[in-house]
């Protein structure tokens, strides 16, 4: 069973009716390029283990390329559109229009053709077809996708050393790096390449394996050899290796008396590491770079912009095709003074640092938004920074390791939270500019665009540390794909192929997963005051206080009257007017304000009367209990599966969903009693308070 954890959803276990729908399988199978390593090899040998594994079926090598006319008969043949026209030069067929990475499927009875518009649109091609065939869909069809942005990557915070704990994985929840040890690459990279076969099935085609907060060392001759060994492992699956740098080592590793990015020998220097990391992996997806944030160092250091910064790493990438994306999430926590000044506001630092530069990167930069101002919180509005940057690409950074919403203990399904942000209209120029098609490249026309995932897998059994967190991962990949997926649908899609497609299976996990980001927003942080967890202990269980009186500007003035922060323009850090006019009016607006951000743009007394008729507090009482009685029916819900999931998963899912309820419990009573005595105001129900 701890197998059925590795694959997820790629378990190809029997499907109910297999010997039924057999017969209008292919027994044959085509691959248009055997070489060994190629991603058409590997969706060849993926269509064999599938097939076999959900029917029974023994695909064999079907005889005839077309050539000659000898066509093979009940065959699935995959490859490209150009193999195949090449291997059948007499046979006109029908294509439609396919970009970088799409697919076409086209069944037939027995007949089946999977072309990609390259070798990854292959293998995508293939896990598509298997995905329709393990939920029960064996009737013809015929189908063209592709995928709306041309970045769809994962990003991985595995740190390669780390004072003494080896390969830890910073906000990982699931065990250790599945790709470093002791500050060497793995020799067994077995794990590696299961996590690149799960993230091509997904549409996924890069992945960046070090942590943004990145180790100057990893670029020693024999590292690089080792990533090396992870791009070989990762190639067959179509997922290109990206890689984090340290912006300070051309100081830390390579002993310059600089790592100012204007300076000559620091130009050099990553054209040499650029270089050195391309004879080894030429096919490099490219950099990710975090600077000038958190104590990182950074081209501020230097009073450089961070265009200066970006265009260092982009032109030395530019003759290996390699792309430079850099990080928007840029903050000093050093310079924010909250008790000093009311105007200090870390959510306006990206759009303030950013000012003035979108028109000077180099075409192969890619600027990687978080989505919203702050970081990572169960509830924020969409970073502003999607409506500042026109002419330059930009990608969304969501978060699938769960590092604000309960670390996987707490089941959060955030597909629909994902959806809504990308659903969000900016109304750049007063015309719809919905995030997402601001990040697939659509509204700003830009080439370079795209997702980022912060996905944190381990070497846990299970990859996240939860049975039921990998709806998101998979949920993650279907949206990068296309935004406008069901994040529904993509759970119940997501269920079949993990669990079954039970009908009381799919209703519970669908009752589950989407009453769960409603329920965690409402215990652990509603009104848009973020989620109220220790901010300074690794952002987990509640802490209301913390959040205040530090430097780290996840603020929410909370006082004996008034709680909130004064986002507004007219009296506050002016952070509503970074929007759009139609938004920034929106927000600046008390009465327009949504209640579920009241709290993000706006200072009140803890009797403010929301539009629901309710008062500030008595909201935060209301919230904290109805939250955690959602989350106290999850455990019922999923003993009602008792003997429809095999004892491992069910135990194990279990476990955590007990554990969720109790702390749910321990996220309401600690938040309403912290608001209780701050403000001495009872609850109306008398609930808070009366032990
Ligand atoms: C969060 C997170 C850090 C991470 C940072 C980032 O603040 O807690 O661990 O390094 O985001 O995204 O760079």
């Known amino acids: ?74 065959a699935v043949t995959v490859g490209t559109v150009a193999q195949f026209v090449n291997a059948n030069p007499t046979v006109r067929i029908a294509l439609p229009e396919l970009i970088e990475d799409g697919f076409h499927i086209n069944v037939s009875g027995g007949n089946v053709r999977i072309l990609g518009q390259n070798e990854r649109g292959a293998l995508y091609g293939a896990f598509h077809y298997l995905s329709l065939v393990a939920q029960g869909n064996v009737s013809d069809f015929s189908l063209a996708s592709n995928p709306e942005a041309p970045v769809r990557w994962v990003n991985q915070w595995d740190n390669t050393q780390d004072g003494g704990t080896h390969g830890s994985v910073e906000r990982g929840y699931g065990g250790k790096s599945v790709f470093f040890w002791e500050g060497r690459i793995r020799e067994d990279l077995t794990r590696a390449g299961q996590y690149a076969r799960l993230l091509a099935s997904i549409g996924i085609n890069a992945v960046v394996v070090n942590n943004v907060n990145a180790n100057a060392t990893l670029l020693a001759p024999e590292l690089m050899d080792g990533l090396a060994r992870i791009a070989n492992v990762f190639r067959p699956y179509g997922i290109q290796l990206g890689f984090s740098l340290n912006f300070a080592a051309p100081q830390m590793y390579g002993n310059l008396s600089t790592f100012d990015p204007l300076d000559k020998s620091v130009i050099e220097f990553w054209q040499n590491v650029t270089d050195n990391l391309y004879a080894r992996i030429p096919d490099m997806a490219g950099y990710l770079v975090k600077a000038s944030s958190e104590g990182q160092p950074g081209p501020l250091t230097y009073n450089r912009t961070l265009a200066d910064g970006a265009n260092l790493f982009a032109r030395a990438l530019q003759k290996h095709n390699g792309i430079c994306v850099f990080r928007a999430f840029v903050y000093d926590h050093r310079n924010l003074n909250q008790t000093l000044d009311w105007k200090a506001d870390r959510a306006n630092a990206a759009v303030n640092f950013f000012e003035g530069l979108d028109d000077k990167f180099e075409p192969n930069v890619l600027v990687q938004i978080k989505y919203g101002p702050i970081d990572f919180q169960v509830r924020e509005p969409v970073s502003p920074l999607f409506s500042h940057l026109r002419k330059t690409g930009a990608a969304i950074e969501l978060q699938v390791t769960q590092e604000y919403l309960g670390q996987q203990a707490h089941v959060v399904y955030l597909a629909p939270m994902w959806k809504e942000i990308l659903d969000f209209d900016l109304r750049v120029d007063a015309k719809p500019s919905r995030v997402a098609d601001i990040v697939t490249g659509k509204r700003f026309n830009t080439t370079l665009s795209g997702y980022a995932g912060v996905v944190n897998v381990g070497m846990n059994t299970t990859w996240l540390g939860s049975h039921l967190a990998m709806s998101n991962l998979y949920a993650y990949g279907k949206l990068a794909w296309s935004a ?15 669990f079954s497609s039970d009908p009381d299976v799919l209703r519970v996990i669908a009752d589950i997963s989407l009453a769960s980001w409603p329920a965690y927003e ?64 929106l927000y600046e607006n008390i009465d327009t304000t949504p209640d579920n951000l009241l709290l993000w743009f706006h200072h009140v007394p803890y009797t403010h009367v929301l539009k629901s008729g309710k008062t500030v507090i008595q909201h935060f009482y209301d919230a904290h209990y109805n939250g955690s009685a959602v989350a106290q029916t999850f455990p019922k819900l999923w003993e009602s599966l008792k003997g429809k999931i095999d004892p491992e998963r069910y135990e194990h899912v279990l476990y955590r969903l007990v554990y969720q309820a109790g702390h749910s419990l321990v996220w309401r009573d600690s938040v309403n009693n912290f608001y209780f005595n701050k403000s001495g105001i009872a609850d109306a129900q008398g609930r808070v308070g009366n032990y």
């Open 1 to 74: 069973v701890a197998e059925d954890g590795l694959n997820a959803w790629l378990r190809y276990s029997p499907v109910a009716n297999a010997q039924a729908l057999r017969g209008r399988l292919p027994t044959g199978l085509v691959a248009l390029n055997t070489t060994q390593g190629s991603p058409v090899n590997t969706a060849a040998k993926e269509l064999t283990q599938g097939l076999n594994g959900l029917f029974g079926v023994r695909l064999s090598a079907a005889k005839g390329d077309g050539k000659g006319g000898d066509r093979p008969r009940n």
């Open 484 to 498: 406008s997926a069901d994040p529904a649908a993509i759970l119940s899609e997501w269920t079949k192929l993990t």
């Open 522 to 585: 409402n215990y652990s942080g509603n009104l848009g005051i973020q989620t109220l967890c220790d901010i300074l202990l690794g952002h987990y269980g509640p802490n209301p206080g913390s959040q205040d009186g530090n430097p780290w500007g996840q603020w929410t003035r909370a006082d004996a009257d008034t709680i909130g922060m004064d986002r507004t323009v007219k009296n506050g850090t002016g952070n509503a007017g970074q929007y759009p006019p139609e938004v920034a009016a």
